[in-house]
């Protein structure tokens, strides 16, 4: 335990590093609780990452396993990667809340759970025989039994809200309690209540009187014989704000569009995890952004496609089951060559799955999931702020080479949340968008020499008439052809021209040991959790680094070189071994992979420990 620092009659133990998860039903609020004391920390200038966990079901009864709600914090004076392995702290609102989430407490973790919530009809929903409060299989924790409920009542008490109103301020006096422990500053989160509920004043009393309340019975009931204290982070100086993947998205694609100089359309159909990316979006109407709600998602991507042939930033947005949807349109984009964005942010399936949960399973569907040879471009943010500009570029790809592209998100870096500082404008790549209006020598399909794109033309240019289609074209007139050769010709043209796109790809980073034992190859969220893990192996003087790859279409021209430096080649991943089957194919090499799919992201712990046994020779495969 660090030293503490005596402030009265209380201790203050200074900490590199706190993980918390606040948990109960989805009506309780605990995202908006972990959200505010995301802010409150962001404002003590810790570095941290989130991670939302929201139930599958939508009205789950209340009290049930089925309905709990989470959002776990890692907030710290040293660079934070993931939103942390074991818990610190778990503030768990009742029974259900507690059996879900208590086996990712540490022992000695600080365990505080609302009393009266503990009774028979809850204990009962949640499966439990006896009450845990009482059985002693609580004992290895710090447990702090706080009557929530009456205390919150009180506080409230001469308001004249509502029984149920009352009930649902509790969350604010958890954050109070929580913030007093952390030293948090609740000034922000004063801030946002007033603005949430402005137009109910009695509400903004209420919330305010009851996150007061909790910092007050946490300074003045003694309950609490130590608080820590986390210093701030070193962070390079810049304006700086929290930033969700799906936000980061957004913004991504309409910075490009800007930089383009052409409106954003976004033709989309609402499905988790990529709902928040058209809600976004549609409330940035004034940066010429244009957002269409379909009827299904084959809507969706036909609208987009359209208003790409109209002169348009296309985009369309959906998860793995659209994505199936979707699929004739993608190799209708590629066959007429427009630019066309397609953002996959993965959930775990396969068909519902788990709709609320993440999962990396869509890599193979996003490069071969098409009839025909329809190869397409992809990309894949590697952290919730990479997806800005991992957005950005798939734009400016698509333009550039007259292609659709594949954006892959997912679930955990959508919902997921970390400092992202804001760039200058005027630093972003340029989008340079030239629409032929010269009708001398013009054919549909005639191909720039170094990108074999063909012309972006607006219909309706004068003497630009043109006609392009599903069936396959004449190479150069687009006129309708079945000729065997021209197939052939045009098959392998769309492929070089995405093949020719390696020439966009920086130089590989390659993180730790630049030869040795062992390399970790990774995509897309697991990037926090395989630099962690490399970064404490490396430090223990093991020879190993780490690859993460945003390209996955075509892979940069310098992996090969750098997968030949390694003896052993891991590819952790949260499916069952896609990326490692592409690599195999692709260099020939004997690539192991580490899988998982839980629905939940890579703990730093377990790609640590996979690591040594093989380090060990342990020859184990997936």
């Known amino acids: 335990m660090p030293d503490g620092v005596a402030t009265g009659a209380r ?12 948990a109960g039903d989805s009506g309780d609020g605990m995202q908006v609780t972990g959200t505010q004391f995301t802010t409150e920390s962001a404002l003590a200038g810790n570095d941290l990452a989130t991670l939302p ?18 959002f776990q914090l890692n907030f710290s004076s040293l660079p934070v990667f993931t939103p942390g392995d074991d818990l610190d702290v778990l503030v768990a609102m009742n029974p259900a809340a ?98 949430k509920f402005r137009k109910t004043p009695e509400l903004v009393e209420a919330n305010i009187r009851a996150l007061r309340a909790g910092l007050h019975f946490s300074e003045n009931a003694e309950l609490f014989a130590v608080s820590y204290a986390v210093k701030p982070a070193v ?59 379909a009827e299904d998602e084959i809507a969706g991507i036909g609208a987009a496609l359209g208003a790409a042939f109209g002169g348009a930033i296309a985009i369309t947005t959906t998860s793995g089951p659209g994505m199936n949807l979707k699929a004739e349109t993608i190799g209708l984009a590629l066959a007429v060559e427009l630019p066309l964005v397609i953002t996959d942010i993965q ?43 991992m957005a950005y570029e798939a734009v400016r790809i698509a333009v550039k080479y007259m292609t659709p592209v594949i954006l892959l998100t997912d679930g955990f870096l959508a919902n ?27 054919f549909p ?6 990108t074999l794109s063909r012309p972006w033309v607006i219909p309706g240019t004068a003497g630009l008439e043109h006609r392009i289609g599903g069936l ?34 920086p130089p590989t980073e390659v993180f730790g040991a630049p030869e040795g034992e062992l390399l970790l190859v990774g995509w897309g969220g697991t990037f926090g959790s395989i630099r962690q893990a490399v970064g404490q192996l490396h430090a223990a003087g093991h020879r190993v680094a780490h690859v993460h790859l945003r390209h996955l279409n075509p892979f940069p021209a310098d992996l090969e070189g750098i997968l030949e430096r390694y003896r052993r080649i891991l590819v952790p991943e949260i499916n069952l071994g896609q990326l490692v089957r592409l690599l195999r194919t692709e260099y020939l090499v004997d690539a192991i992979g580490f899988n998982k799919v839980q629905g939940r992201p890579f703990k730093v712990s377990e790609i640590v420990g996979r690591c040594l046994k093989l380090l060990n020779g342990e020859e184990e495969r997936s």
């Open 98 to 195: 507690l059996k879900t989430n208590l086996e990712d407490l540490k022992p000695g973790g600080i365990l505080i759970i609302d009393r009266e919530s503990f009774h028979d009809q809850n204990l009962k929903k949640a499966d439990y025989a006896r009450s845990p409060l009482e059985d002693g299989s609580l004992d290895r924790y710090q447990l702090f039994q706080v009557d929530v409920t009456k205390l919150t009542t009180a506080a409230l008490k001469d308001l004249g809200l509502s029984s149920r109103s009352v009930f649902r301020c509790r969350n604010f006096f958890c954050l109070g309690m929580t913030s007093w422990l952390y030293h948090r500053p609740i000034e922000p989160t004063e801030q946002w209540i007033r603005e």
């Open 235 to 293: 962070i390079a100086p810049g304006r700086y704000r929290n930033i969700t993947g799906n936000t980061a998205t957004a913004l991504g694609f309409v910075a490009a569009a800007q930089k383009a100089k052409r409106p954003l359309f976004l033709g989309s159909y609402p499905i988790t995890p990529a709902s928040d990316v058209l809600h976004e979006l549609s409330g940035l109407k004034q940066y010429d952004v244009y957002t269409f709600q």
């Open 11 to 22: 201790r203050v133990e200074e900490r590199d590093s706190i993980v918390i998860r606040f």
């Open 472 to 505: 396959e074209k004449e190479y150069l007139t687009g006129n309708v052809s079945y000729a065997p050769t021209n197939h052939e010709q045009m098959m392998r043209v769309r492929a070089r021209k995405v093949a020719g796109i390696v020439r966009e790809i």
């Open 53 to 70: 966990d929201f139930p599958a079901e939508i009205r789950a009864p209340a009290g049930t396993l089925a309905g709990v709600s989470a």
């Open 445 to 450: 399909y005639l191909r720039d020499e170094e």
């Open 347 to 389: 959930r775990a399936g396969p068909s519902t799955g788990m709709p609320t949960k993440t999962e990396q399973a869509d890599l193979l569907m996003a490069m071969h999931g098409r009839h025909g040879e329809a190869p397409v471009p992809i990309l894949a943010a590697a952290t919730p702020a990479d997806c800005f500009t």
């Open 416 to 442: 997921g949340a970390e400092p992202w500082p804001i760039p200058d404008p005027d630093t972003l790549p340029e989008v340079p968008v030239a629409f032929r209006t010269d009708p001398s020598g013009f």
